[in-house]
């Protein structure tokens, strides 16, 4: 449903207010769990490109175990980096009809092929039986 023009007004004027406080914005964002799922992945990337450094010095320097070590540190870095753009992609709550559940492991994995072709079976109109 649209806002009134006069609740877009004092939206925006919120809004604005908002904008201008910064311990405000600052809370917000420390709130925010996008914001440490981001950070998250900048620290997985350095570490990455790291993990490479120790690779290359293990390969010029000769030492078989600092390379895998590099590379294990590396691989390490890369798993949690996909952890973390998981947490960036999806959210924790879902609002359906003006409620909000939390997700959980079991309600993802619960909507494959079958229960989809469950589903239409069931909202297929009367005449086609």
Do not use: C
């Amino acid at each position: 449903m649209p806002l009134s023009e006069h609740e877009q007004r004092l939206f925006d004027q919120i809004e604005r207010s908002l904008a201008e406080d910064p311990k405000f914005a600052s809370a917000v964002r420390a709130s925010d769990p996008r914001f440490h799922a981001r950070r998250r992945l900048l620290i997985a990337a350095f570490v990455i490109v790291l993990g490479l450094t120790v690779v290359v010095y293990g390969t010029v320097s000769q030492n078989p175990p600092l390379g895998v070590a590099g590379f294990v540190i590396m691989l390490g870095s890369a798993a949690f980096a996909m952890q973390s753009r998981r947490r960036v992609q999806t959210p924790d709550l879902k609002s359906v009809g003006g409620t909000a559940s939390r997700r959980t492991r079991s309600s993802r994995k619960s909507g494959g092929f079958l229960d989809r072709l469950e589903d239409r079976w069931r909202q297929r109109p009367e005449g086609h039986r």
